[in-house]
C-alpha cells in the first residue's frame, strides 16, 4: 500500500518544520509528510490531487481560509486538519462553516495530535465524509 501523503500548511516556516519532522518520526513509512509556508504551493499540491490530509494552521492574519475554501471547491471531500495557536470559539465556528472536519488547539504534544492524523486518514480511505 502506498503512503499517504500529509500537507502542513504554516506559515511560520520553525512551526511548520517541527510538524512535519515530529509526524514523520511519529507516523514512519505510513506517510510521507511536506510542508510548506506558501500558500499557492499548498493549493497547488491539493488541486493536483498530491495530498491524502492537509494540515492548516488558520491564523487571524494568514491566507488559510482562502486556501481552505479554494480546497473545498475542488477537492470537497479532502480531510482537513486546523492546528491553531489562536483557539477561540469564533476561529473554530469559522473552521467549521469551512467544512474543516477537525482542530487542534496549539500548544499539543505531538504525540497527541498523531491520534487526530491518523483518524483524519483513515476517513479519507474510507470515503468518509465528515462536513
Known sequence: MAAYRILVYDDDPTAALITQRGL?????DEVIV?????????WLAC???NVDLLIV????YGAAAALIRAVRTYRPY????????YDTPGLRARMQALG????AAKPI???ELAPLVVQALHHSANGVVNN
Do not use: K, M
Open 57 to 60: 494552521d488558520p491564523s487571524p
Open 47 to 49: 488541486a493536483n490531487g
Open 24 to 28: 514523520q518520526t511519529l507516523l514512519g
Open 78 to 85: 479532502l480531510p482537513i486538519l486546523a492546528l491553531t495557536a
Open 100 to 103: 474543516v472536519e477537525l482542530y
Open 34 to 42: 511536506q510542508a510548506t509556508t506558501n500558500a499557492n504551493e499548498a
Open 109 to 111: 504534544e505531538l504525540r
